[in-house]
Nanobody
Framework: QVQLVESGGGLVQAGGSLRLSCAAS????????LGWFRQAPGKEREFVAA????????FYADSVKGRFTISRDFTKNTVYLQMSSLKPEDTAVYYC?????????????????WGQGTQVTVSS
């Protein structure tokens, strides 16, 4: 069983930055695809970013491309989401996800392991 614990959410003004962290209770990230999803009030959960185990490329939603960066630290079993140039429409609960060798890393259904979520609120 994999447990994921997010941190780093909060309130920030538009144009500001936040870094989300997600610590995993597994011995190693080896073989795991990692990602972030978000859900705004009244909206469906949506893909934000993914970092497949292979590491050859990362995936981003068009809405965050160029502003968000996903990264991972194997020594700490932690995945990060650096968010810059934040907009009010980025306001949502952000969820960290993980699973072994997903077929479609941009789909929520590809992941069995989810964190509890961390709230990000961007004020205008």
């Amino acid at each position: 069983q994999v447990q994921l614990v997010e941190s780093g959410g909060g309130l920030v003004q538009a144009g500001g930055s936040l870094r989300l962290s997600c610590a995993a209770s597994i011995r190693t990230f080896s073989g795991y695809d990692l990602g972030w999803f978000r859900q705004a009030p009244g909206k469906e959960r949506e893909f934000v970013a993914a970092f497949p185990w292979s590491g050859f490329r990362t995936f981003y939603a068009d809405s965050v491309k160029g502003r968000f960066t996903i990264s991972r630290d194997f020594t700490k079993n932690t995945v990060y989401l650096q968010m810059s140039s934040l907009k009010p429409e980025d306001t949502a609960v952000y969820y960290c996800v993980a699973d072994r060798l997903t077929t479609v890393p941009t789909k929520a259904s590809s992941y069995d392991y989810w964190g509890q979520g961390t709230q990000v609120t961007v004020s205008s």
